[in-house]
């Protein structure tokens, strides 16, 4: 999703900030609407460099607790000398060359000292006692390998607990509610980097919608029948869904049909079958950002909050699916900032 997409899906989500007012009921979801570049916002208070990295315990949505339970379910405990490096940028999992060693991927929680963050040489930040890091590569790794995006090294001796993939999956089944904060922190970001973005000019026309499931057909079959007492509901084409500024208690999953997203009365963006929306108001209880509309006939699940944590408990893949997809946003967000 292009700059303008991103920025008018995400940005802001207090109604006053929104300036809500009610959609029409005359709109009509089953058609496209012509597009503008979003209103320039104020800009953050404090706002961060754009490189600054990804950083959860920044957010105030970061729970150190619930992240200590998390790496204590089925994490190792690893030591490091100062000077001893974690994992070089770029690194990707998977086995490096013909001879070369396999690299598994693997995030940490500092139990004591600091490690340093460096991308291109340069300084990024110091993950302290009680922070995570590296939990974007983790939830990124696929069959192709995702690549580490800095470099980390001990400041001093460090004491962390690690986990892979494997072993977060195994960890979800325990904490649950470590991937609903995750997804928290990130919406946290991806709030702040659709500012930048909003604030950039965007010529009309020149913005093309990001379309991308967050569940795969075989995926989305499995949570269907984990959610077999979750509300199937149908809309017909042009039908409201939600609304901009409601209070929100449940995400929707899209299993027919589409669904168009808008913010006052602009189409930003439209969830195919496999795709979610209204999470971001289940995950941290925000408002809701947008308007969903009907765009053809459709079929969704409405998936509460604590329907959501026993889904994630039973099938932590399905969490990591969630998280990965908000992931790959937020990539993509900071990409467009450069």
């Not at 690299?103 to 460096?118: D, K, N, P, Q």
């Not at 604030?199 to 949570?223: C, D, H, I, N, W």
């Amino acid at each position: 999703m292009a700059a303008h997409f991103l920025a008018t899906l995400i940005t802001n989500c207090s109604p006053a900030r929104l300036n809500i007012h009610p959609m029409d009921d005359d709109f009509d979801f089953t058609k496209p609407q012509a597009l503008t570049p979003a209103a320039k916002p104020a800009a953050p208070a404090n706002p961060a460099p754009a490189s600054a990295p990804f950083k959860p315990a920044v957010s105030q949505f970061y729970d150190p607790v619930v992240a200590m339970r998390l790496f204590k379910a089925a994490g190792s405990s690893e030591q490091f000398a100062a000077g001893e490096t974690l994992f070089v940028e770029n690194e990707r999992s998977g086995k490096q060359g013909l001879f070369g060693k396999k690299v598994v991927h693997r995030m940490y929680l500092i139990v004591s000292g600091e490690v340093a963050l460096t991308a291109g040489g340069k300084a990024l930040d110091t993950i302290k006692a009680g922070e995570i890091f590296g939990e974007m590569a983790v939830i990124g790794d696929t069959a192709a390998g995702s690549a580490r995006s800095a470099t980390a090294t001990a400041k001093s001796e460090v004491t962390a607990l690690a986990l892979d993939l494997e072993q977060l999956q195994a960890a979800l089944q325990k904490t649950p509610e470590f991937a609903l904060m995750l997804m928290s922190v990130m919406f946290d970001r991806l709030r702040f980097v659709a500012a930048r973005l909003a604030m950039r000019k965007v010529a009309p026309g020149t913005a093309t919608a990001r379309e991308a499931a967050v569940f795969a057909p075989e995926m989305l079959s499995q949570l269907d029948d984990a959610l077999q007492h979750a509300a199937r509901v149908r809309y017909d084409a042009g039908k409201v869904i939600m609304r901009e500024g409601e209070a929100g208690v449940c995400m929707y999953v899209v299993m027919k049909g589409r669904v168009a997203i808008a913010i006052r009365d602009k189409i930003v963006e439209m969830i195919n079958p496999g795709g979610t929306f209204g999470e971001m108001a289940l995950v941290d209880q925000s408002p809701r950002t947008a308007t969903a509309g009907a765009s053809e006939d459709c079929e969704l699940l409405s998936v509460n909050r604590q329907a959501l944590l026993d889904v994630v408990r039973r099938q932590p893949e399905i969490g990591i699916a969630m998280m990965r997809s908000i992931a790959d946003r937020l990539r993509h967000m900071n990409s467009l900032v450069g």
